[in-house]
C-alpha cells in the first residue's frame, strides 16, 4: 500500500485521462499561436507583492487563497494563483515593451495553487491556458480575445457555454459608480465583513452568491448607467465586432469578477453543465495593472481558461474527443534473435515517424499479443525464429485479424504505406 496520497485538493492526471488535459491545452493554444500570440512561461511563484499589489489586497485571491510563506533565504514569496501580474512582470522585466511592437501578444500554460475548499471542479492546484496582449487600447484586440476563446472552445465540441460580458468602466467614470454604489450599500443590512468589503471593494459585493444578499441587492446602482462616453463608445465596438463575427454573448451588468485590476472590458465564459463551479475562464481588460507593479501605463486585455473544468465541461456534454491511438504498430518478438531484431526495427520505425511500441519483458506469444490489443495500436508486427530464418515478419491488421507475411528489409515502407 503506498503511504502517500496527493495533497488535498490536488488530483493526477494520468493516463488514459490525462492525455485529455493535453488535447485541451493543445485546442485552446491552437487559435493563439495562429494568431500572432508568442508562448511565454514564468516561474511557479514569484514575490509576494506582486500579486498583493497586482491582484489586489482586498480579494479572496490574495487574502485568503494564497500560498505565501518565507524562504530559508528570508524571501517573501507566493505560488501563483493566476497568470497574468506573472506575465505583465516578466513582459516589464524583460522591455518586451519597448521594442516598438506594442501589443506585445503572450500566452501561456501551467499551474496555478489556491488554498481554496477543495469540491468538485475547486482545486487547490489546477492548470490554465491564458494569453495576455499587452501595449494597447483598441475594442479590435478585446473583440480578438473573445473570438479565439469561443473558437478554441467550439474547436473542442463544445456547445452548451455562454459568454457573460459586462463593462467596468475606466478611473474616470468608476469612481462616480462606486461612490454611488458605496452609498447604496450603506443602506442595507449586511454582516461585519461585507459592510468591510463595501468601503474597500463595493463592486465586488455585487458578486456575492448568497440568496440574502442578492436580494438586497435589487435596485442597486447599475455601472452602465454610469459609464462615460469613451467607455460607452469602447465597449459599443467591442459589441459591435464580435457581434459581426458571429460570436453570441450576454450582456451581464453584474459580472464584476474577483480581481481588482479590471477596467472596461470584462467576460466570463459560463458553462451550464458544472453546477455551482460554473465558471470556466474568464478575462477582461486591465488598463491600470502595469502602473500598478511599477511599470509604465500599458493598457491591455486577456483571458484565463481553466483546463480542470473544460475537461469537465467536456464530459458533461459527453464529448469523446478524437485522439489517435498513441501506439500505431506494435511489435511482438518471441526468441532472443527475434527480440534483438525486432527491436531494432521498432527503432527504425519510430525514427520514421510512426509511433511504435514493443513488447517488453519477455513474455509469451499470449501475453504479448494481449499487450499489443491493449496498446490500441493499428497493426502488431510478429516475429518467430521461423520467420527470420526466411527474412520475414508477420504484419497483422489488428482491425481485420488479417495477417500477411513482409519481408524484414521491406517492413518499415510496407508500415508507413498501410498507415497513409
Ligand atoms: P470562481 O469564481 O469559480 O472562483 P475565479 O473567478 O476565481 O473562479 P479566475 O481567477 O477568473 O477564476 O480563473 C479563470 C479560470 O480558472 C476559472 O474560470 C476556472 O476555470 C479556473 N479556476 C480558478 N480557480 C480554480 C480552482 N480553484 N480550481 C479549478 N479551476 C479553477
Ligand atoms: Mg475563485
Not at 508562448?39 to 489586497?57: H, K, Q
Not at 468538485?120 to 495576455?132: D, I, L, T
Not at 462616480?176 to 463595501?198: C, H, K, M, P, S
Not at 444578499?213 to 459589441?239: F, M, N, T, W
Request: hydrophobic share 40%; with cysteine.
Amino acid at each position: 500500500m503506498a503511504t502517500f496520497k496527493a495533497p488535498k485538493g490536488t488530483y493526477d492526471l494520468i493516463p488514459p485521462v490525462s492525455v485529455k488535459y493535453l488535447a485541451v491545452r493543445e485546442a485552446i493554444s491552437a487559435p493563439l499561436r495562429n494568431s500572432g500570440y508568442g508562448y511565454i512561461e514564468t516561474p511557479g511563484f514569484e514575490d509576494v507583492g506582486l500579486f498583493a499589489r497586482g491582484v489586489g489586497e482586498s480579494t479572496d485571491i490574495v487574502s485568503k487563497e494564497m500560498y505565501a510563506f518565507e524562504t530559508k533565504g528570508g524571501d517573501q514569496l507566493a505560488l501563483r494563483p493566476e497568470g497574468t501580474a506573472s506575465v505583465l512582470r516578466a513582459a516589464l522585466e524583460a522591455s518586451l515593451h519597448k521594442q516598438g511592437n506594442l501589443p506585445v501578444k503572450l500566452w501561456y500554460s501551467g499551474s496555478y495553487y489556491r488554498y481554496e475548499r477543495p469540491q468538485k471542479g475547486r482545486y487547490r492546484h489546477f492548470s490554465q491556458v491564458g494569453a495576455e496582449a499587452i501595449g494597447a487600447e483598441d475594442p479590435a484586440l478585446d473583440a480578438e480575445l473573445i473570438i479565439l476563446a469561443d473558437q478554441a472552445y467550439r474547436s473542442l465540441g463544445l456547445r452548451a457555454f455562454r459568454i457573460l460580458l459586462n463593462s467596468l468602466g475606466d478611473k474616470e467614470c468608476r469612481p462616480v459608480y462606486r461612490e454611488a454604489l458605496q452609498g447604496f450599500l450603506r443602506g442595507l443590512d449586511l454582516d461585519e465583513e461585507t459592510v468591510r468589503r463595501a468601503e474597500i471593494n463595493p463592486l465586488r459585493v455585487l458578486d456575492d452568491k448568497r440568496p440574502d444578499v442578492q436580494k438586497q441587492l435589487v435596485g442597486a446602482p447599475v455601472l452602465r448607467d454610469y459609464l462615460c462616453d469613451a467607455c460607452k463608445a469602447y465597449h459599443e465596438e467591442v459589441r459591435a465586432l464580435i457581434t459581426a463575427a458571429g460570436v453570441a454573448f450576454e450582456d451581464d451588468e453584474k459580472l464584476v469578477r474577483g480581481l481588482d485590476y479590471y477596467t472596461r472590458t470584462t467576460f466570463e465564459f459560463v458553462h451550464d453543465g458544472l453546477g455551482s463551479q460554473s465558471a470556466v475562464g474568464g478575462g477582461g481588460r486591465y488598463d491600470g495593472l502595469s502602473e500598478m507593479i511599477g511599470g509604465p501605463a500599458l493598457p491591455s486585455v486577456g483571458w484565463a481558461l481553466g483546463v480542470d473544468r473544460t475537461v469537465l465541461a467536456l464530459e458533461a456534454e459527453g464529448i469523446e474527443l478524437d485522439i489517435p491511438a498513441p501506439t500505431a504498430v506494435f511489435a511482438v518478438a518471441l526468441g532472443e534473435e527475434a527480440r534483438r531484431v525486432l527491436f531494432g526495427k521498432v527503432t527504425e520505425l519510430r525514427k520514421a515517424g510512426v509511433a511504435a511500441d514493443f513488447s517488453f519483458g519477455g513474455k509469451g506469444l499470449k501475453g504479448a499479443m494481449k499487450d499489443a490489443n491493449r496498446s490500441g495500436a493499428r497493426f502488431a508486427v510478429v516475429a518467430g525464429e521461423r520467420d527470420l530464418a526466411e527474412g520475414l515478419v508477420q504484419l497483422k491488421d489488428m482491425e481485420s485479424g488479417e495477417q500477411s507475411p513482409v519481408a524484414l528489409t521491406e517492413l518499415v515502407d510496407a508500415v508507413r504505406a498501410r498507415l497513409a
